[in-house]
């Protein structure tokens, strides 16, 4: 089935059922007023949901009403918690070359995580809002599972079975500001601003074959200013899968339901089908030119982050931000 939050005026919205087309919605009052709320009782509340998405596709529902993504808020607009992994090393292989060193073999073995805001993720046509274009502001076109309860100490496979939702995700990342942080010897904070999500997201079954063992092998489209810049199988650029993102954050305490699990931005291996975050195209062309051409994000420029399913349709709607800057770059 599919998912979203609407646009209450409250800190939460409301939650609604989607149909398979996205074409129509019905509020999922009678059943949850918030998509937190099945989550911590998923057994009970999701069958109800899968009737009435079941009536929606049908064309049964009384109460159906037009969808509109730009009504959306992120499927779940607050999170007890949201991590940011990095499923693919294509990121981190660059920069190390650039730099003349090799990816050290640890991160090869262990995928990494850092905390992410939760308090408010953004929604998929909200501005996306930076203090100012010097900060280097990028986009990072990737996939996020929503969970259920995951005790600690779960194997990759048991974590797996804790996923219960998935959605695109758009992991923001202000890339001047990150070196400045690691002088500080402290991880990612101001340079990450709230991520941006779907305005839907999907059960497992919605992604029939395209789910193989933790990875979607769906296309995943990027566009920036309506020139794509990315399509390549988002599957085939996960080098750990969403199991062993989960488990490694499981190792030593339990995930509440409602985490959030983000695979930060999805590399294609070779650069040849574009890129997933203007951070992997700039140390592309350092590589192969000795400095980079591309410039980042500026005021006024679009970002659309999509994925068709096999049959054609659009799975969960589509990430679809304007960049909007507080202050004047430096002159």
Known sequence: MKLATLKDGSRDGQLVVVSRDLGT??????????????????????????DLYDSLNAGRARHAFPFDPRQCMAPLPRAYQCLEGRASLQHATLECQVRGTELPEAQRRTPLLQQAASDGCAGPCDDLVAPSEAMGIDFGAGLAAVTGDVLRGSTPAQALDG?????????????????????????????????????????????????????????LQTSWNGRKVGLF??????????????????????????????????GQKDGTRGYASIAEKRCLETLQDGQPATGTLQAGDTVRIEMKGRDGQNLCGAIDQTVAVLAESPA
């Open 25 to 50: 919605a019905h509020y999922a009052t009678g059943i949850a007023h918030r998509l937190q709320q099945v989550l911590d009782d998923w057994g009970f509340l999701s069958p109800q949901l899968q």
């Open 163 to 219: 996923v219960r939702l998935l959605m695109l995700a758009n992991t923001v990342a202000l890339r001047s500001l990150e070196p400045q942080e690691r002088e500080r010897g402290q991880g990612p904070l101001q340079s990450r601003p709230a991520t941006a999500f779907s305005p839907v997201a999907v059960t497992l079954d919605e992604l029939g074959a395209a789910w193989v063992q933790g990875r979607v092998h769906l296309a």
């Open 233 to 266: 199988d988002a599957g085939e650029g996960m080098d750990f899968h969403f199991g062993q993102l989960i488990a490694q954050a499981c190792q030593t305490r339990h995930l509440r339901a409602g985490t959030i699990v983000c695979s930060g931005p999805v």
